[in-house]
């Protein structure tokens, strides 16, 4: 199965900060990388779909790039409603797997 | 209104069975590819089984293959996971969720708001 890492963990920060958040995978997945966003005891929302698509309705503060193995989430100006744990998911191979995910915490 | 809702979750003893639904609502359920995820407790998100649109084909995590089964009944719009021999490490939050395609990726789109299977005696 194709491993995907994210980095950090967890990490706090403020309202109006960046955030960047990365995922590698361990082998390359060109660009079948989605990223999602999962508050506490809600589904997830996909974000951002084939690494750079951002799904509608989305704010544009999201984005995301990268291909082949190392991948980025970046959040231009933290938002109080951003605070959640994010996930990458590859779908390039027949087994999809995720991300341990990366909880962004208010400082 | 797109949507999926899961039902069929409870506490069952190890070695048990259970079979989950997921009823969707709102889009042409016959054309689009589906899927299981689950979370346990405090933990990530694990990919469980992937069923076709016409119910053709599967693919399943090994972590259950052999003891769950997708199915789908779309006369019903219905999605279905039967979980047989179940073990305690299969205690979690279990998603359905829908596969869209953007510029040739599948991602999961449309997700319900799970149901919780607990296996302990």
């Known amino acids: 199965d194709i491993q995907m890492t994210q980095s950090p963990s967890s990490l706090s920060v403020s309202v109006g900060d960046r955030v960047t958040i990365t995922c590698r995978a361990s082998?390359?997945?060109?660009?079948?990388l989605n990223w999602y966003q999962q508050k506490p005891g809600k589904a997830p929302k996909v974000l951002i779909s084939?690494?750079?698509s951002l799904q509608s309705g989305v704010p544009s503060r999201f984005s995301g790039s990268g291909s082949g193995t190392d991948f980025t989430l970046t959040i231009s100006s933290l938002q109080p409603e951003d605070f959640a744990t994010y996930y990458c998911?590859?779908?390039?191979?027949?087994?999809?797997?995720f991300g341990q995910g990366t909880k962004v915490e208010i400082k | 209104e797109v949507q999926v809702v899961e039902s069929g979750g409870g506490l069952v003893q190890p070695g048990g069975s259970l079979r989950l639904s997921c009823a969707a609502s709102g889009f042409t359920f016959s054309s689009y590819w589906m899927h299981w995820v689950r979370q346990a407790p405090g933990k990530g998100l694990v990919w469980v089984s992937r069923i076709n649109s016409d119910g053709s084909s599967t693919s399943y995590a090994d972590s259950v293959k052999g003891r769950f089964t997708i199915s789908r009944d779309n006369a019903k719009y219905t999605l279905y996971l039967q979980m047989n021999s179940l073990r305690a490490d299969d205690t979690a939050v279990y998603y359905c969720a829908r596969e869209v395609i953007v510029r040739g990726v599948s991602a999961m789109d449309v997700w319900g708001q799970g149901t919780t299977v607990t296996v302990s005696s």
């Open positions: 084939a690494a750079s």
């Open positions: 998911h590859q779908s390039y191979s027949t087994f999809w797997t």
């Open positions: 082998q390359s997945i060109s660009s079948s």
